[in-house]
């Protein structure tokens, strides 16, 4: 992931599968602070199983 030019490696979190075709519908909240802890809600199709 990058912010604000600053990348960082998340293990663990997202299993990306070449076989989809993910669509974005929409992204809650569309701003965060820059302090992290801000839960991200991705919409759309395309993203296979929802695993938690």
């Known amino acids: 992931m990058t912010v604000n030019g600053l990348t960082r490696t998340l293990s663990g979190v997202y299993t990306y599968s070449g ?4 669509t974005i519908m929409g992204l809650n909240p569309a701003r965060g602070g820059t302090g992290g802890g801000t839960t991200v809600t991705i919409s759309g199709s395309g993203f296979g199983y929802r695993h938690k």
């Open 19 to 22: 076989a989809l075709t993910p």
